[in-house]
């Protein structure tokens, strides 16, 4: 799911939300028009439903959806519904951030959270390769499903068939030549 921020209030300026990065509080900027990948969406005992966001290396706080238009309605496979008898009602998102509410709140909150991050950055990264960007070159074609980098000849087996591969050496983003149709 792809939002787009729609901040009216501050037209003529980037907004500023303070988030959680590597377990210090920061502040990051939410600017007007720019698109942010969802990674979970809650609605807490108010009715209010928010968005978690991944902005860079930084977990930006549980902002309001109103904030926001929806530009891609489409959901990861993996996404599973939770409902909570708690202050956050309902988690949708992935098992590590949906599990519990002390999961999600783990996230963001600013505690100790090497693994779900890791985990979350390694999504978000896998997600960039679904879409296709011509302008990078393609990986070179060994075997069934064996590509090699152009640029420092590592060569790696791709079972994912993303259009897009990441050289595992180099960590050069080239266009797969065995990409399935999705």
């Known amino acids: 799911m792809i939002v787009r921020a729609k901040i009216t209030d501050y037209e003529n300026s980037d907004w500023y939300l303070m988030v959680s990065h590597n377990s210090k509080k920061t502040v990051l900027p939410i600017k007007k028009d720019n698109d942010y990948e969802v990674h979970a969406l809650t609605i807490n005992d108010n009715g209010i439903c928010k968005v978690l966001l991944l902005v860079g290396e930084a977990i930006a706080s549980a902002l309001p959806l109103f904030l926001f238009d929806i530009f891609d309605f489409s ?3 993996d996404w ?8 956050i009602r309902v988690i949708y998102g992935p ?4 599990k519990s509410p002390e999961a999600y709140s783990r996230i ?4 100790d959270y090497p693994e779900p991050m890791r985990t979350l950055m390694q999504r978000a990264e896998i997600r ?3 879409y296709l960007d011509n302008s990078k070159p393609p990986a070179n074609l060994l075997a069934d ?3 090699m980098c152009p640029i420092c000849t590592e060569s790696w087996e791709d079972t994912l068939g993303y259009p897009m591969v990441k050289c595992p050496n180099c960590e050069e983003v080239l266009r797969n030549p065995i990409a399935r149709e999705k």
Do not use: M, Q, T
Not at 108 to 111: I, P
């Open 75 to 77: 959901i990861p496979d």
């Open 108 to 111: 963001w909150d600013g505690e």
């Open 80 to 87: 599973v519904c939770k409902v909570f008898n708690d202050h």
């Open 95 to 98: 098992e590590i951030i949906s």
């Open 128 to 130: 960039k390769l679904a």
């Open 145 to 147: 499903h064996w590509v």
